[in-house]
């Protein structure tokens, strides 16, 4: 059976190119197209699409509000369509913290210009998301456990995640204490939106949460977090570790990789390391997991119950790659367990 989708947008020209990409997949049928949030809600309502594609700005009311009242009233996997600008990206960013699944950038203000670069990337999302789960959020569950300074000096936790990752990884760093190892951190984003992403984590977190820079040392109780369009590797110098940020092919079909990352940390980390997986996509992450298992790094999926999409957690499961399978509220008390 086809993946019934609903298309959310203002703009006429938006809805029908949005309308073609889809279609042409054989999977996904569009069952309609709104104007406004007004005709949307009706729309949901008659249709009971299986994925709304919503655009994040639109007259009488914004996407956020709606998907905030859609998932109130009719909870349905969401797509947010949005422009690569640091507004948009932080109203992208509300939307995921309200529910949504996963979002597209649209490269160009037309995106008639641009709908070959969206193409692929939308299709997957759609499909991706049709498959997706819709929770609700969940805290951290926090013990009361102290970390010496000496040991944390030693180790390293590095987080790969992707689709449904950005509420993932808040739950995870908001559970951390603030001497908590160094974090490094890849998570499949655009590049403009990373740096809001970093602010929104540092804001709620004990832990330091920043974009990395290339040649940056590694501190105890700070995060980073990959940019966008980069790889990032971890190096040693003496008794310290630094990362290297540059440019590189994509690896799974991604720049940045989970697995670049993490294949790195094996090497130069090895049982020093906590690896964990979260939500996401693909199998990006999974066969570096597996040298960092092979290191002796101990290792953490997300739970199938509690993942978005159970994809990359699910494929370093099958590659016995993972100590322990972890509901996500647990993950952060899991990784203070293993230090």
């Given at each position: 059976?086809?993946?019934?989708?609903?298309?959310?947008?203002?703009?006429?020209?938006?809805?029908?190119?949005?309308?073609?990409?889809?279609?042409?997949?054989?999977?996904?049928?569009v069952?309609g197209?709104?104007?406004?949030?007004?005709?949307?809600?009706?729309?949901?309502?008659?249709?009971?699409?299986?994925?709304?594609?919503?655009?994040?700005?639109?007259?009488?009311m914004?996407?956020?509000?709606?998907?905030?009242k859609?998932?109130q009233?009719?909870?349905?996997?969401?797509?947010?369509?949005?422009?690569?600008?640091?507004?948009?990206?932080?109203?992208?960013?509300d939307?995921?913290?309200?529910?949504?699944?996963?979002?597209?950038?649209?490269?160009?203000?037309?995106?008639?210009?641009?709908?070959?670069?969206?193409?692929?990337?939308l299709?997957?999302?759609?499909?991706a998301?049709s498959?997706?789960v819709?929770?609700?959020?969940?805290?951290?569950?926090?013990?009361?456990?102290?970390?010496?300074?000496?040991?944390?000096t030693?180790k390293?936790?590095?987080?790969g995640?992707?689709t449904?990752?950005t509420?993932?990884?808040?739950?995870?760093?908001?559970?951390?204490?603030?001497?908590?190892?160094?974090?490094?951190?890849?998570?499949?984003?655009?590049?403009?939106?990373?740096?809001?992403?970093?602010?929104?984590?540092?804001?709620?977190?004990?832990?330091?949460?920043?974009v990395?820079?290339?040649?940056?040392?590694?501190?105890?109780?700070?995060?980073?977090?990959?940019?966008?369009?980069?790889?990032?590797?971890?190096?040693?110098?003496?008794?310290?570790?630094?990362?290297?940020?540059?440019?590189?092919?994509?690896?799974?079909?991604?720049?940045?990789?989970?697995?670049?990352?993490?294949?790195?940390?094996?090497?130069?980390?090895?049982?020093?390391a906590?690896?964990?997986?979260?939500?996401?996509?693909?199998?990006?992450?999974?066969?570096?997991?597996?040298?960092?298992?092979?290191?002796?790094?101990k290792?953490?999926?997300?739970?199938?119950?509690t993942?978005?999409?159970?994809?990359?957690?699910?494929?370093?499961?099958?590659?016995?790659?993972?100590d322990?399978?972890?509901?996500l509220?647990?993950?952060?008390?899991?990784?203070?367990?293993?230090?």
């Amino acid at each position: 059976m086809a993946i019934r989708v609903l298309i959310v947008d203002d703009s006429a020209t938006a809805r029908m190119i949005l309308s073609e990409i889809l279609s042409s997949d054989a999977r996904i049928e569009v069952v309609g197209t709104a104007q406004d949030a007004y005709v949307a809600r009706d729309k949901v309502v008659e249709l009971k699409p299986d994925v709304v594609c919503l655009d994040v700005e639109m007259p009488r009311m914004d996407g956020v509000t709606f998907l905030q009242k859609l998932m109130q009233h009719f909870p349905t996997p969401v797509v947010m369509v949005s422009s690569l600008t640091r507004k948009s990206a932080k109203v992208t960013l509300d939307a995921l913290e309200a529910g949504a699944i996963d979002y597209v950038a649209k490269p160009h203000s037309n995106i008639y210009d641009g709908k070959d670069l969206i193409a692929k990337e939308l299709i997957e999302k759609v499909v991706a998301a049709s498959y997706a789960v819709v929770r609700k959020r969940v805290a951290p569950l926090k013990i009361d456990q102290k970390l010496s300074i000496a040991e944390t000096t030693k180790k390293l936790i590095v987080i790969g995640s992707s689709t449904g990752g950005t509420e993932a990884l808040k739950t995870v760093l908001s559970g951390l204490p603030k001497n908590s190892p160094a974090v490094l951190i890849v998570q499949h984003m655009p590049q403009t939106f990373v740096p809001s992403f970093a602010e929104r984590l540092n804001s709620i977190c004990d832990i330091d949460v920043r974009v990395a820079q290339n040649g940056e040392f590694l501190q105890i109780g700070t995060a980073l977090i990959c940019p966008g369009g980069l790889h990032m590797v971890l190096r040693r110098s003496g008794a310290r570790y630094y990362v290297e940020v540059g440019s590189g092919k994509n690896v799974n079909g991604h720049c940045p990789s989970v697995d670049v990352l993490f294949n790195s940390v094996s090497k130069v980390a090895g049982s020093n390391a906590v690896g964990v997986i979260l939500t996401g996509m693909g199998n990006d992450g999974a066969k570096g997991m597996l040298h960092l298992h092979n290191e002796g790094a101990k290792t953490i999926a997300q739970s199938e119950a509690t993942c978005v999409v159970y994809g990359m957690p699910k494929e370093a499961v099958k590659l016995n790659a993972v100590d322990k399978v972890v509901d996500l509220e647990k993950i952060s008390s899991e990784i203070l367990k293993v230090l």
